[in-house]
């Protein structure tokens, strides 16, 4: 494809403005600073892309901007003065005022950490002034894509509410089913399901509102993956904004809070209802009661997650409501407990205590407290699905998406499969998704906190749970969470005892933990349920070699190796055990094989050892070196770098090995 040359508009002549500067390009076109010839005017004058002038429903959308700036005259909207779309030798455009006060995404940026409040509700007010303004219209006009780089502000520092480009129009209080567009990081729940309504903006508005008294986005996800955002915006609450900042009033966390509510009926009735609740403290004391309710609700799903500081940072929150419901303070005991902070967990059982004489759970918690050999861990509580949207009318492309991202995933096209998944939403977001495999999509590809939430929409959906669980566990296992892996797949096998992987991941942990019996009884479990499970196998020689059961361990890893016979830790395995049964001979055959099916861009310490054991104290000597790099302080590495140092001679460099070694062990 040939490049495309861009026009430059700079130093000719539109009318009476003559066009200076380009000030910016994005992908609509280009916006030019320009100048009235007659009258003591500055404006700005956006182009739309040459080569998209040629549709005329191309053109004819662009300059819907015009029509409907044009309807919405206001203080804090952005003044347009002209627009064309027929003019000689130009593409459509629009002429509206310049604002020299620059973007409220360049303030953010020149801002560190979080605004002045009274700046920020300022702001904040003026930009919902603008767009209650145009939700009062006769038919309501729909932003749909609040964030900063919309937000400009003029000579005197007011702000002006610019890019109409993908607003709507509804009748009175309509929701409408649209396309999906807009800003991630701003993006109302209901609109990666494809409606939109006031109650959007509301959201959008309420993110900006966030971001600018706290500094940080209500809503995180790694990357810019549709699904990630998606997927955070429907079900993960912000975290109180006292969180972040502690001086933040009562009512105006309540305010924004409302704000962003996933569902968008618990919002404010309107813009200026939210406005008007930032400045004033809500005189019904039941919406505090409200808030109140949210704040425990989320505190228990942190404590249930096991983000504990923020679980206690929310009952702390809700205990400025209501300082003597018992739910919150036994709530905020629980987590000091799995805080570690057992005497300020005393304190507030005790607390409870004065409050409600005789309450036999605070009395109970007492005792175990004074009780230090008592265990206290959270168990998290069951899932419950959601609702699913369902778009009829491009079900049959979404579905060949889907198709696509499917057989894909079964090549091991992990990215390419992740892509069409996602195509397949932007199409239909209500199209019904396999959220296993695209937990497995996001797990392959290393993104584990999505592949978390895709496991858990699974459950909530009741898409086979048992997989869904041991997805779950597969990814808390890889991030160290052992003990949250280990109640997943027993969870998984609560729903199905069939499930091989379930019994197999298991099986790794309680080998982890030393809890050799269990974990061989696992593994012989997940090997009778499907015999040809390589790793299982594998995993059960290593149980074997470990109990010094070295006969078995060798059947087992013969096992592996007859299902697979170039699965590397099975020869490793199978050397290892042939080691100590003598059989040095074939133990070096066993050795060969496992470098040869070895990746040598991946270095091990086995990699190294078998190496060594061959003779090959050269490579075993770079193997040592590239590991000590990753973990410059385990002395077991600096030990056999001297020891392949001395073989090779150097036998300075192998004393000065040993030394070091002894050092890292405290022994000199």
């Not at 002549?13 to 010839?37: D, M, P, Q, T, W």
């Not at 199409?427 to 019904?432: F, I, K, N, Q, W």
């Amino acid at each position: 494809m040939a490049e495309r040359t861009e026009a430059d508009y700079s130093g000719r002549s539109l009318g009476n403005y003559r066009i200076g500067k380009k000030l910016a390009r994005g992908s609509f076109g280009e916006v030019y600073l320009a100048e009235h010839v007659l009258l003591p005017r500055v404006a700005a004058i956006k182009f739309l892309h040459a080569e998209w002038g040629a549709s005329e429903q191309q053109r004819q959308e662009f300059l819907q901007e015009a029509k409907l700036l044009e309807a919405l005259k206001h203080t804090h909207i952005l003044p347009l003065y002209d627009a064309g779309i027929d003019q000689e030798d130009f593409p459509p455009y629009l002429i509206a005022a310049y604002a020299p006060g620059g973007s409220l995404r360049e303030r953010m940026r020149q801002c560190t950490g979080h605004f002045p409040l009274e700046e920020a509700l300022t702001i904040i007010e003026q930009v919902g002034q603008a767009l209650q303004h145009a939700h009062m219209q006769p038919r309501p006009v729909i932003h749909r894509d609040l964030k900063p780089e919309n937000i400009l502000f003029d000579s005197e520092g007011q702000a002006l509410l610019a890019d109409f480009g993908i607003a709507v129009m509804l009748t009175a209080n309509e929701t409408r089913l649209v396309n999906v567009k807009g800003t991630l990081p701003y993006m109302a729940p209901e609109q990666f399901e494809g409606y939109a309504s006031s109650k959007s903006d509301q959201y959008a508005l309420g993110c900006l509102a966030y971001e600018l008294i706290t500094g940080r986005r209500p809503i995180q996800a790694t990357g810019n993956g549709w699904i990630a955002w998606a997927l955070q915006h429907q079900q993960m609450p912000p975290p109180p904004l006292s969180q972040a900042r502690a001086d933040v009033p009562l009512h105006i966390e309540l305010a924004i809070l409302k704000a962003l509510a996933k569902d968008r009926d618990e919002r404010h009735p309107d813009i200026e209802h939210f406005l008007r609740a930032l400045r004033t403290a809500p005189h019904d004391p039941a919406q505090y009661h409200a808030l109140k309710e949210a704040w425990l609700l989320e505190a228990q799903d942190s404590y249930a997650a096991h983000h504990y500081e923020q679980a206690l940072a929310l009952y702390e929150r809700a205990a400025e409501v209501d300082p003597a419901d018992i739910r919150l303070l036994k709530g905020k005991g629980e987590v000091l407990l799995a805080l570690n902070r057992a005497q300020e967990a005393l304190a507030v059982y005790t607390h409870i205590l004065r409050l409600a004489p005789g309450d036999a759970a605070a009395m109970a918690e007492i005792q175990r407290i004074r009780q230090p050999q008592v265990q206290h861990s959270p168990s998290p509580p069951p899932p419950s699905p959601p609702p699913e949207a369902q778009h009829q009318a491009t079900q049959r492309a979404a579905l060949v998406l889907k198709a696509e991202g499917e057989e894909h995933l079964s090549h091991g096209r992990y990215a390419e499969a992740l892509a069409a998944y996602e195509q397949a939403l932007r199409v239909d977001p209500g199209v019904a998704l396999d959220w296993c495999l695209l937990g497995e999509m996001y797990w392959r590809l290393a993104h584990y906190e999505e592949a978390l939430m895709a496991y858990d929409t699974a459950l909530r959906h009741h898409i086979r749970p048992d997989e869904a669980l041991t997805g779950r566990g597969n990814v808390l296992h890889l991030l160290g969470r052992s003990e949250e892996a280990l109640y997943a797949y027993e969870s998984a096998l609560q729903y199905n005892d069939q499930n091989a992987a379930a019994h197999y991941g298991r099986a790794l942990i309680l080998a982890e933990q030393t809890r050799y019996s269990p974990a061989l009884t696992a593994y012989e479990r997940a090997l009778q349920l499907q015999p040809g499970f390589v790793e299982a196998s594998c995993g059960k020689g290593d149980v074997l070699y470990q109990q010094k059961a070295y006969l078995p361990a060798l059947a087992a890893y013969d096992q592996a190796l007859r299902a697979d016979p170039t699965y590397v830790n099975a020869h490793y395995g199978k050397a290892d055990a042939l080691m100590q049964l003598k059989r040095i001979q074939e133990a070096q055959e066993a050795y060969k094989l496992a470098l040869q099916y070895d990746r040598p861009e991946h270095p091990s310490l086995r990699q190294g050892d078998a190496l060594f054991f061959l003779a090959r104290y050269s490579e075993a000597l770079a193997v040592y070196e590239q590991l000590l790099q990753l973990d410059p302080v385990n002395p077991d590495l600096h030990e056999r770098r001297g020891n392949a140092l001395k073989k090779l001679g150097q036998t300075q460099e192998a004393r000065a090995a040993y030394q070091h070694a002894d050092k890292l062990r405290g022994y000199v």
